[in-house]
Nanobody, 128 residues
Framework: QVRLVESGGGSIQTGGSLRLSCVGS????????TGWFRQAPGKEREGVSC????????HYADSVRGRFTISRDNAKNMVYLQMTGLKPEETAMYYC?????????????????????WGEGIQVTVSS
């Protein structure tokens, strides 16, 4: 059973930075990609960023590319999302998710909607 726990959220002003962390456990093999998703009130969940097990492959949503950086430290079972230049519209619950194989499909670039393992989420609030 894969378990994911997020930390590092909070409240911050426009333009500020936060680093989210996700600690994982119970991975059955070394083929698990990890991603960050977010869901704002009244909006659909959206993919933000994901990273392969080795860290060699990363993906970013267009809206965060250049401002967010995803990384991982497998020795510590950690995946990080460094967020800079935060905007009020990025206020949302942020979730860590993991599953075997890529999270962004090679064909079409769609984010998978069948990920089996999710954290409980953590709130990020950006005030203007």
């Amino acid at each position: 059973q894969v378990r994911l726990v997020e930390s590092g959220g909070g409240s911050i002003q426009t333009g500020g930075s936060l680093r989210l962390s996700c600690v994982g456990s119970g991975y059955p093999n070394n083929n698990y990609c990890t991603g960050w998703f977010r869901q704002a009130p009244g909006k659909e969940r959206e993919g933000v960023s994901c990273i392969s097990w080795t860290g060699a492959t990363t993906h970013y949503a267009d809206s965060v590319r250049g401002r967010f950086t995803i990384s991982r430290d497998n020795a510590k079972n950690m995946v990080y999302l460094q967020m800079t230049g935060l905007k009020p519209e990025e206020t949302a619950m942020y979730y860590c998710a993991a599953d075997a194989g890529p999270i962004v499909l090679a064909q079409g670039g769609a984010w998978r909607d069948d990920l089996r393992n999710w954290g409980e989420g953590i709130q990020v609030t950006v005030s203007s």
